[in-house]
């Protein structure tokens, strides 16, 4: 009998985007193995050939399923819900999916870019920004982004994101948050996210994602 290969998630302890996709996998139950990718040691293990054969943006995480290769965390979320849909990870019915991404989405793609690492090394290395003004950028793109998503959450709103069970949504909340409290970003107010940030938090499958469970954790 030939033996399926291990999913591999390319990840870094600290990656937020790992960390929404470590989520994913534990909350489905798949077996997988981590290859951790250093980000910041030996310039940056992003940026050697081998790995940008693999993810030629030269970000985390990539994902492989034997011969498929998947950059990007929103489309390993996707794909992960295709290939394995129980637990499922989205609703039902159109509406909620359409919800559920959209909370992702202005996760994923509108606050999380702008305070990625490379964004910060970037304000710092070339724009010249201090300390100071960095982490004021960060805090405000941060802050501002977690409000509206506060708002999203008024309707439609459990124990976790979308209804009583985690959600894409979820898996992209709670490594935004984890960040945001490390940049002592003022989230006073916020209490939907801290209610749905502390039910994700007691569940086993995402305590065993979180940062510092992780092999490379430092």
Same mark, same amino acid.
């Not at 193995?33 to 940008?52: F, I, N, T, W």
């Not at 295709?82 to 019915?93: F, K, N, T």
């Not at 909620?96 to 304000?123: F, T, Y």
């Not at 979308?162 to 960040?179: F, R």
């Given at each position: 009998?030939?033996?399926?290969?291990?999913?591999? =998630?390319?990840?870094?302890? $600290? /990656?937020? @985007?790992?960390?929404?996709? *470590?989520? @994913?996998?534990?909350?489905?139950? =798949?077996?997988?193995?981590? *290859?951790?990718?250093?980000?910041?040691?030996?310039?940056?293990?992003?940026?050697?050939?081998?790995?940008?054969?693999?993810?030629?943006?030269? &970000?985390?995480?990539?994902?492989?399923?034997?011969?498929?290769?998947?950059?990007? /965390?929103?489309?390993?979320?996707?794909?992960? +819900? +295709?290939?394995?849909?129980?637990?499922?990870?989205?609703?039902?019915?159109? @509406?909620?999916?359409?919800?559920?991404?959209? !909370?992702? /989405?202005? !996760?994923?793609?509108?606050?999380?870019?702008?305070?990625?690492? *490379?964004? &910060?090394?970037? &304000? %710092?290395? +070339? %724009?010249?920004?201090?300390? /100071?003004?960095?982490?004021?950028?960060? *805090?405000?793109?941060?802050?501002?982004?977690?409000?509206?998503?506060?708002?999203? =959450?008024?309707?439609?709103?459990?124990?976790?994101?979308?209804?009583?069970?985690?959600? !894409?949504?979820?898996?992209?909340?709670?490594?935004?948050?984890? #960040?945001?409290?490390?940049? #002592?970003?003022?989230?006073?107010?916020?209490?939907? !996210?801290?209610?749905?940030?502390? #039910?994700? +938090?007691?569940?086993?499958?995402?305590? $065993?994602?979180?940062?510092?469970?992780?092999?490379?954790?430092?």
């Amino acid at each position: 009998m030939t033996t399926k290969p291990k999913l591999v =998630l390319y990840s870094y302890w $600290r /990656s937020s @985007a790992s960390y929404r996709v *470590r989520m @994913a996998l534990n909350l489905k139950g =798949l077996d997988y193995e981590v *290859r951790p990718v250093h980000l910041v040691r030996d310039g940056g293990q992003q940026h050697s050939a081998e790995y940008l054969a693999l993810n030629p943006q030269g &970000l985390v995480p990539t994902l492989v399923d034997g011969a498929t290769v998947i950059t990007q /965390s929103l489309a390993m979320l996707e794909y992960l +819900e +295709e290939r394995h849909s129980a637990p499922a990870l989205l609703p039902g019915d159109a @509406a909620g999916r359409a919800r559920v991404r959209a !909370i992702a /989405s202005a !996760i994923a793609c509108d606050i999380h870019p702008l305070n990625n690492l *490379r964004v &910060l090394k970037h &304000l %710092v290395g +070339e %724009v010249g920004v201090d300390e /100071s003004a960095k982490l004021a950028w960060y *805090r405000h793109w941060t802050q501002t982004g977690l409000q509206a998503v506060e708002k999203m =959450l008024a309707q439609g709103a459990g124990d976790f994101c979308h209804g009583d069970e985690p959600s !894409i949504a979820d898996c992209c909340l709670l490594p935004q948050v984890y #960040n945001a409290h490390r940049f #002592n970003c003022d989230l006073s107010g916020l209490q939907a !996210i801290g209610r749905i940030c502390t #039910n994700l +938090e007691a569940l086993d499958p995402v305590h $065993r994602a979180a940062p510092e469970q992780q092999p490379d954790a430092e």
